[in-house]
């Protein structure tokens, strides 16, 4: 049975870039726990003949590449958190 | 109560014919909402200016003797993870507060097309995830037909302002069943349609493989004639489903169905399923043989497993496409001085997204994580692949299979909110749909005890549509059932709201 410790949520909650609680931490161990055993009722399935094929019933897609214009530059930036001089601004990604 | 005004058909008819203008349609819709929407609390926002306007344009086109496109002037409602420029979309989470679409979804175009104004957008729960509507971070909203409990969902606030009669229709989106369990528990009629027939451009997306845009209706030929005006390819969903010849579901849907083939799905048939739902499900499987129709027991193993993989495969999707909410783009940032980009990307999404977002989050970056990926992702897909396979082995013994859409009927709000486990077992009937991509419909089949509705889910092969609406209309036109309301003047039950 897999087991979910805090440890193992504070590693997933820093790769989803989420900051937890202790509280939630607590809360989401115990929740996790207990999907973790619902969803390993898979473990029971024999899967030996299923084999993993692209659906191939329907084709792929193309379209010609060409250049589109479907947003305007000003209508995006009006709605984003911090827009400066035409672009996003985002706080500092280097150190000093 | 029975119903006593005009179906979405009726109204349109009405409207082409001059017997009323699609404004004093809009009036009505309007008047209905500022009755009942406080008790109900379904809406998000009201769109009234963009439904007048095109209640207007369908008047205008009256008075000159033009011929209509289909459900035109037939007021809508949509759920708001639905895009419609220049208004918000909130998928009633904190972090797009604020957020106002610059783009259209392709559904959206096609009402707009089809002259149906739309009139709000509805409460969901937040992203699409649960099965209450109460993860919402915006409102409760309550089933029309007891105000103590929930209308089901996400779509719940679809659901339930068509159940309430508010609006004749409305969309919602279903990826796990979202759009047939409320119209299950709101006594409504819901479709979730093959994958690819209807364009997922301007829809956000929850679980990419799994999504669909899914109409409401108050009957089954309301619900018919919408998704003929919603489907159809398009160059900017790579999944919609190309050459599908354009649908005409109302031409034939009153076709005889003597010659149908039932499957009775026997692994929705045990003590896991509320007695009375069981019941019903068993008198519709003898209406349909009234009808003409054979039926045969179906076994469906794999079933057991669709929960277990679903809640893999769609939380590791939902991980992956909530990634883009880092407060950069679009909604809301929360950053403090000096912070650097990573703690504005983890404030942002900690104090914007609520718990069952963070939840699924959780779980499927877990399943999607170094170590667990083949013990968890690999073998959900694996699941799928079986359960598409015996649906292909089912569906050449019979036409259609059938089910109870949920295994019970409305719960208590508050019920199951801090228990996701039991929560999540309430798709158990709908989540193989979305998994093998076909259709599946759910119409109401009867009440409980007290007097709540309980749906009965019929599946087909993938675009089977007509089909499915053929055996549902027949079934409708037999027991009635779609013209039954509740009846909002009666206060509701003493136990306190929550």
């Known amino acids: 049975m897999t087991v979910i410790d805090q440890e ?7 790769l989803a870039r989420l900051d937890l609680t202790d509280a939630e931490k607590e809360q989401y161990t115990q929740e996790l726990t207990n999907i973790i055993q619902l969803i390993e009722s898979l473990n029971t399935m024999d899967v030996s003949q299923v084999t993993l094929e692209l659906d191939a019933s329907q084709e792929v897609p193309f379209r010609e590449d060409l250049p589109q214009q479907r947003f305007d530059r000003k209508d995006l930036l009006k709605i984003a958190p911090e827009p400066e001089e035409g672009f996003f601004r985002v706080p500092k990604i280097l150190e000093n | ?9 009726e109204l349109h008819e009405a409207i082409q014919s001059g017997q009323q203008t699609a404004l004093s349609v809009l009036d009505d819709v309007y008047n209905k909402i500022a009755e009942h929407e406080p008790a109900i609390e379904g809406f998000n926002c009201l769109t009234q200016e963009l439904a007048r306007e095109t209640a207007r344009e369908v008047d205008r086109r009256v008075q000159v003797g033009e011929t209509l496109p289909l459900l035109a002037g037939v007021p809508i409602a949509i759920k708001d993870n639905i895009n419609i420029k220049g208004y918000p979309t909130t998928c009633s989470s904190r972090i797009l507060e604020g957020y106002v679409s610059p783009y259209d979804a392709t559904v959206y175009q096609k009402l707009k097309q089809h002259l149906m104004p739309v009139i709000g957008k509805t409460n969901l729960d937040e992203f699409a995830m649960g099965s209450s509507t109460e993860t919402s971070a915006l409102k409760i909203t309550k089933n029309p ?49 093959t994958y690819g027939l209807v364009s997922r451009y301007g829809l956000v997306a929850f679980a990419s493989s799994l999504d669909q845009i899914s109409p409401f209706g108050q009957n089954v030929k309301d619900t018919a004639a919408l998704l003929q005006v919603i489907s159809g390819a398009d160059e900017l ?21 003597s010659d149908l083939r039932i499957g009775v799905i026997q692994e929705l048939q045990n003590d896991a399923i ?24 179906v076994s469906l193993p794999s079933f057991q497993y669709a929960v277990a993989a679903y809640y893999i495969l769609a939380t590791a ?21 000096d912070s650097d980009l990573h703690t504005m990307y983890r404030k942002t999404r900690s104090q914007g997204f609520g718990p069952e977002v963070k939840r699924r989050i ?9 170590g667990y990926y083949d013990a968890f992702y690999a073998k959900a897909e694996k699941a799928r692949e079986l359960m598409r396979h015996e649906l292909r082995k089912a569906f050449e013994q019979v036409d259609i299979l059938v089910c109870p859409t949920s295994p019970s009927t409305a719960f208590k709000i508050g019920e199951k909110l801090n228990d996701p486990v039991n929560m999540y077992l309430s798709d158990i009937a709908t989540i193989p749909v979305n998994m093998a991509g076909i259709p599946a419909i759910s119409i109401p089949c009867g009440f409980d005890q007290q007097h709540l509705p309980i749906g009965l889910q019929l599946m087909g092969p993938h675009q089977s549509e007509a089909r499915l609406f053929q055996a549902a209309y027949a079934f409708e036109q037999k027991t009635g059932l779609c013209n039954l ?10 136990e306190p709201l929550i």
């Open chain 1, 8 to 14: 193992t949520i504070d590693h997933v909650a820093k």
């Open chain 2, 1 to 9: 109560m029975m119903k006593t005004t005009r179906t979405a058909l």
């Open chain 2, 145 to 193: 037909w007891d105000l103590s409990r929930v209308p089901g969902g996400s779509s719940g606030g679809s659901a339930a302002v068509v159940s309430a009669n508010m609006v004749p229709l409305s969309l919602g989106s279903d990826t796990g069943g979202s759009v047939r369990q409320p119209a299950s528990l709101c006594g409504i009629t819901g479709i979730k349609p």
């Open chain 2, 237 to 257: 969903d790579s999944t919609s489903i190309k050459n599908h010849p354009e649908p005409n579901y109302l031409q034939c849907i009153d076709q005889d169905i």
């Open chain 2, 274 to 297: 509320q007695p009375e739902v069981l019941k019903s499900i068993q008198d519709a499987v003898q209406t349909f043989e009234s009808l003409g129709a054979t039926t045969q027991p």
């Open chain 2, 317 to 337: 999707e939902a991980s992956s496409n909530l990634g883009r909410y880092d407060g950069v783009r679009y909604g809301q940032r929360v950053e403090e001085p």
């Open chain 2, 362 to 370: 959780i779980l499927g970056t877990f399943c999607l994580s170094s």
């Open chain 2, 485 to 494: 309301i509740p009846d909002l003047k009666i206060p509701p039950k003493s």
